[in-house]
């Protein structure tokens, strides 16, 4: 493989980005949301990064990167959609670029279970980002078990904690309340959150 089909294969379908927020996990984080989604969970918040051919910016790994430290105060990344573990190698990647120039923590969001990432990923670097991510938000959102709390989207879902890193946000991230900000942009509004 050339170095130019290397980096190819790692191009990520971004739907947005967020520079420096406290909604979606300790600290003041950057968050990138891919496109393309294979569950549809119904009442998704972003139903529009559901399509994997919806409209995205194409960006390198190392680009995405330079966006997300752009704000020298960020402590970490969150990665969301979307769904994460289909563009999995370019989003470990990311992570990896990133923690290159700074200490940084990673929040990952993923509708599959952690076990079945682990007995069958579903595509390349999976191993790579689960390595990577210091907290795994798995499973599927189920409108009807939204109870309000923590990071979670519903009461299904689970929160990892694999490695060390955040063990004191544990209990905020389970449980603790929920933040959301809404950033205006041009002619649009993003909600950053989980509401």
Same mark, same amino acid.
């Given at each position: 493989?050339?170095?130019?089909? %290397? +980096? ?6 971004? /739907? ?16 990138? +949301? ?10 998704? !918040? &972003?139903? $529009? +990064? *559901?399509?994997?051919?919806? =409209? &995205?910016?194409?960006? &390198?790994?190392?680009?995405? &990167?330079?966006?997300?430290?752009? $704000? ?19 989003? /470990? /990647?990311? *992570?990896? =670029? ?8 990673? !929040? ?22 689960? @390595?990577?991510? $210091?907290?795994? *938000?798995?499973?599927? %959102? ?7 709390? #923590? ?7 689970? *929160?990892?904690?694999?490695? #060390?890193?955040? @063990? ?13 900000? !809404?950033?205006?942009? $041009?002619?649009? =509004? ?6």
């Amino acid at each position: 493989m050339t170095r130019v089909d %290397y +980096w190819e294969s790692m191009a990520l379908r971004v /739907a947005e980005t967020c520079v420096g927020t406290r909604a979606l996990g300790p600290g003041l984080r950057s968050v990138a +949301w891919v496109q393309g989604c294979p569950f549809r969970c119904k009442g998704c !918040i &972003a139903p $529009d +990064w *559901i399509p994997p051919d919806g =409209a &995205a910016r194409i960006m &390198a790994p190392e680009n995405l &990167a330079a966006e997300l430290l752009a $704000d020298p105060a960020v402590t970490g990344f969150t990665f969301s959609g979307g769904e994460p573990m289909a563009q999995a190698a370019g989003l /470990a /990647a990311t *992570i990896t =670029a990133a923690r290159q120039e700074r200490d940084l923590t990673l !929040i990952c969001f993923t509708g599959y279970r952690l076990a079945d990432l682990r007995d069958s990923p579903p595509g390349p670097g999976v191993e790579d980002l689960l @390595a990577q991510a $210091d907290v795994l *938000i798995d499973g599927r %959102y189920v409108a009807t078990r939204n109870d309000g709390r #923590g990071m979670r989207g519903s009461d299904n879902q689970e *929160i990892h904690m694999l490695t #060390g890193r955040l @063990a004191d946000s544990a209990g905020e991230l389970r449980g603790g309340p929920r933040r959301a900000e !809404i950033r205006l942009r $041009d002619r649009s =509004a993003l909600l950053v959150g989980v509401p």
